[in-house]
Every structure is written in structure tokens, then in C-alpha cells.
């Protein structure tokens, strides 16, 4: 079974700026979260959806959006970017079981904003 | 408003001894825990888990403890190997009926083996 798959690996950007970022969840999952990491912050959720509707948000601003395709695959979006939007963003997605606890990750999207 | 707090940023320990990894939670609600591993450039891995009916849970050289009444919890790795050299991360997730909580992270301890 293939992993979850993010793209591209590597991005760098300019203030004001948007950007996309793309994941593809393991076959059969219809949950994904996004969760931005940086030094010393740990890893901040950003939100989670799950067969096409959102169903949690952590506290980033609106310039963080998301979205979800039918066939799992999801998107986030950044929007106005700012020096600090600079972090690793990972992706996860797991069983649609309650007891589907466990998250699996993406190798993350590192952005660099200039 | 940190929730789950891993207190040690770092910690060095020789090869073939404990290394214990510590983690605070403030959330009462908190009732599922797990450990991440993370290699640079790579996504989090999961390790081992922990459900709150339990104090204890072993896999291999990886032990979980559970102290409710302290809210904290922890990890122990016996014998250290130097491919245990990563940052770890704990995370908690609150009680759902629907399955649809997030997990909430701490942020992380880098853990070194020396040879």
C-alpha cells in the first residue's frame, strides 16, 4: 500500500505571495489533517477534513485554507504569504473507524518564504 | 495554550542504556496517547500508543507509562540503539464517540545516542 504522498518537497516563495500545497492519502482513507511544523512550536494543527467537509480547525488565520476532492486527495492554501508562514507542513490521513486513531504522514512540504 | 508539553528539548544518552522521554498533558479529557519518531526530512512515524484504561504498554524495546493522577506520561527505549537518534514527539487525543478529535502535539524532544 503506497503512503501518503505530498507535493512538491520544496517550495520557495515571495511575501504576498499564495501557494498550493497537494496530498494524496493512503488508499482507503478519508481523513486528512494538516499540521505545520517549526522549530520550538512542535507540530500546530491546521485542520482536518474528512469525505469533503471539514471537521476541525486549529487556530491559524484565514490565510490557511484547505480543501478536499471526492477522491481523498486534499489541498491547502496559503494565501499572502509572510516570513512566518516559513515551516515544514505535513500531511496525514487515517481509517474512518472511531478507533482510527493512529496518523500517517507525508514527508511534509518544506516552504521557504523570501 | 500548550496542551501537551515535552519539557526537555534535547537529551544525550549512551548506546545500550535507557532513554526516557517525558511528556506533560493538561487535558483531562486527554484519554489516547501516542509517540512519534521523526527523522529529518521525513514525516512522523508512529511508535507506540497508549489508551488511558491502561498504565502500561510494551513493544519491543519501547515501553509507554501512564501516570493519570500525574498527567504525564512516558517513554522508555532499552536498549538504546544509535538508529534511535531522531526527535520524538508525543500526542494526545481526547474522547470521541465519532472518531473525528485531533491528535494534539507536543513540541518535541531530540533525542541523541552516542556511540
Known amino acids: 500500500k503506497a503512503g501518503v504522498t505530498q507535493t512538491p518537497r520544496y517550495l520557495i516563495k515571495t511575501r504576498g505571495q499564495q501557494v498550493t500545497l497537494s496530498c494524496s492519502p493512503i488508499s482507503g482513507h478519508r481523513s486528512v489533517s494538516w499540521y505545520q511544523q517549526t522549530p520550538g512550536q512542535g507540530l500546530q494543527f491546521l485542520f482536518e477534513y474528512f469525505s469533503e467537509t471539514q471537521r476541525n480547525k486549529g487556530n491559524f488565520p484565514g490565510r490557511f485554507s484547505g480543501r478536499q476532492f471526492s477522491n481523498s486527495r486534499s489541498e491547502m492554501n496559503v494565501s499572502t504569504l509572510e516570513l512566518g508562514d516559513s515551516a515544514l507542513y505535513l500531511c496525514a490521513s487515517r481509517g474512518s473507524g472511531v478507533r482510527d486513531e493512529k496518523l500517517f504522514f507525508g514527508s511534509g512540504t518544506q516552504l521557504s518564504v523570501l | 495554550d500548550q496542551q501537551v508539553k515535552q519539557n526537555s528539548p534535547s537529551l544525550s544518552v549512551q548506546e545500550g542504556r535507557i532513554s526516557i522521554l517525558n511528556c506533560d498533558y493538561t487535558n483531562s479529557m486527554f484519554d489516547y496517547f501516542l509517540w512519534y519518531k521523526k527523522y529529518p526530512a521525513e514525516g512522523p512515524t508512529f511508535l507506540i500508543s497508549i489508551s488511558s484504561i491502561k498504565d502500561k504498554n510494551e513493544d519491543g524495546r519501547f515501553t509507554v507509562f501512564l501516570n493519570k493522577s500525574a498527567k504525564h506520561l512516558s517513554l522508555h527505549i532499552v536498549p538504546s540503539q544509535p538508529g534511535d537518534s531522531a526527535v520524538y514527539f508525543c500526542?494526545?487525543?481526547?474522547?470521541?464517540?465519532?472518531?473525528?478529535?485531533?491528535?494534539?502535539f507536543g513540541t518535541g524532544t531530540r533525542l541523541t545516542i552516542i556511540p
Open positions: 500526542a494526545a487525543r481526547r474522547a470521541s464517540n465519532f472518531g473525528n478529535e485531533k491528535l494534539t
